[in-house]
């Protein structure tokens, strides 16, 4: 262990400790604070703050998340920041409600329970808790799967709700040669332990009941929606809700029955599917990018909260595309599904 030092965030009024050894939103985590953050490792800017004052000194991180200049202004990125002496921050980017509020983060042990192939590159992973019994988590949070025999990590997004809590649900894009997701292709079998910690992420339903949701996903990004979703359900939140899902093709859609229960369990909600590279004349389905369609089917959003989940190329466009139709700023929620940084991508 490092020195350690006092981590003071504004104008929130927040007071952490923080060792010199570990990131400052780690040990805000340590501490039950829940800060901003989506990808833990300085590539999506969830986290950006601004110093005030103190000696704080970043690991790598990537100059997509913070600029040159920004850095040079003052802006730095929690997830990657170590205090070397005691800091001011001022949080630029913080949830009154979440900051307060954060789920403690543990470990646990897992067992693989099924693997069931949802399209030709999507795989459905549940996995048991053993130990713990359970992982406490909010609807549309994620959590971290170590890489078996490493120390490395990967972030999924439970696809289910806390009601089935002894268990975690994942959507996960299988990338061949990915060193986690590979292994979704005969590497991992039914009974195998893995270990996950969490929960972490931002991507929580805000309680603001006389706003409509516009939902926006693609590929994997259905994970933390589809809790969402199902979270209305079990709790009979009758918000409106029209959940645009980008997919390339018909052979890319799944869940497709999901979506049906719900709207039949949730009549203000609607499921837009958009196929980007095929038109089907079914009528059941729109063409062009899930940006567009949005863009197309949507007039203004003021009145809306915005909750949008993806690969980042999908989740800036639709940022935009919220700001454009009115979206407050602070009623777009995201989650970036980053991949992890080889070397050459950071500063
Ligand atoms: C907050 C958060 C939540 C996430 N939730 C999910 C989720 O629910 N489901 C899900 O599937 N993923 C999710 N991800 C992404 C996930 O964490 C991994 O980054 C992804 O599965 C790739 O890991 P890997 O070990 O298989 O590949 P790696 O070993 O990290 O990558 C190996 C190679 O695979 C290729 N590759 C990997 N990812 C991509 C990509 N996105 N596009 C193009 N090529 C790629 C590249 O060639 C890369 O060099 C999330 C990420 C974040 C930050
Ligand atoms: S959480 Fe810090 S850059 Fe993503």
Same mark, same amino acid.
């Given at each position: ?40 490792? *300085? ?14 000194? #970043? ?33 630029? $980017? &913080? ?5 307060? +509020? ?16 949802? +399209?030709?590159?999507? !795989? ?5 808790? !053993? %130990?713990?019994? @359970?992982? /406490? ?19 999924? %997004? #439970?696809? $289910? ?14 990338? =061949?040669?990915?060193?986690?997701? *590979? ?6 079998? !039914?009974?195998? @332990? ?28 259905? /994970? ?7 979270? #209305? ?26 979506? /049906?229960?719900? /709207?039949?369990?949730? =009549? ?8 980007? @590279? ?20 949507? *007039? ?6 915005? &909750?949008?989940?993806?690969? =980042? ?13 009115? !979206? =407050? ?19």
């Amino acid at each position: 262990m490092g020195h350690k030092h006092r981590v003071r965030f504004e104008p929130v009024d927040i007071e952490i400790e923080v060792d010199e050894d570990e990131t400052i939103l780690d040990a805000a985590f340590r501490q039950g604070v829940m800060l901003m953050h989506g990808c833990k490792e *300085g590539q999506c800017s969830a986290c950006k703050s601004f110093l005030l004052d103190g000696d704080l000194q #970043m690991e790598r991180y990537s100059t997509f998340a913070l600029a040159d200049y920004e850095n040079e202004e003052g802006y730095v990125l929690l997830c990657r920041g170590h205090a070397y002496s005691d800091l001011d921050v001022e949080l630029i $980017n &913080y949830d009154e409600d979440m900051i307060r +509020t954060g789920v403690p983060i543990q470990l646990v042990n897992t067992e693989v329970a099924e693997i069931e192939e949802l +399209t030709h590159d999507i !795989v459905h992973l549940r996995l048991t808790c !053993v %130990s713990p019994r @359970e992982l /406490a988590f909010l609807p549309g949070q994620y959590a971290d799967v170590r890489i078996p025999g490493t120390d490395h990590w990967r972030s999924f %997004s #439970m696809a $289910n709700t806390p009601s089935t809590d002894h268990q975690a649900d994942f959507v996960i894009k299988r990338y =061949p040669g990915g060193h986690f997701s *590979g292994l979704l292709d005969g590497g991992l079998a !039914v009974g195998d @332990e893995l270990d996950i910690k969490g929960p972490y992420g931002t991507f929580t339903l805000r309680h603001s009941p006389d706003r409509d949701l516009v939902l926006i996903g693609g590929g994997a990004g259905m /994970a933390p929606i589809v809790s969402l979703l199902t979270h #209305m359900r079990e709790q009979g939140i009758d918000r409106k809700a029209t959940f645009y899902y980008g997919a390339r093709t018909a052979r890319d859609l799944f869940y497709l029955d999901r979506m /049906a229960d719900l /709207a039949a369990a949730l =009549p203000r909600f609607s499921f837009v599917p958009a196929l980007s @590279e095929e038109t089907r004349d079914e009528g059941d389905t729109e063409q062009g990018l899930v940006t567009d369609v949005v863009d197309r089917l949507e *007039g203004d959003l003021s009145g809306a909260d915005a &909750y949008l989940c993806g690969p =980042p190329p999908m989740v800036e466009a639709a940022i935009e595309l919220m700001a454009a139709k009115g !979206v =407050p700023e602070g009623r777009v929620f995201y989650d970036k599904f980053t991949t992890t940084a080889s070397a050459d991508e950071s500063s």
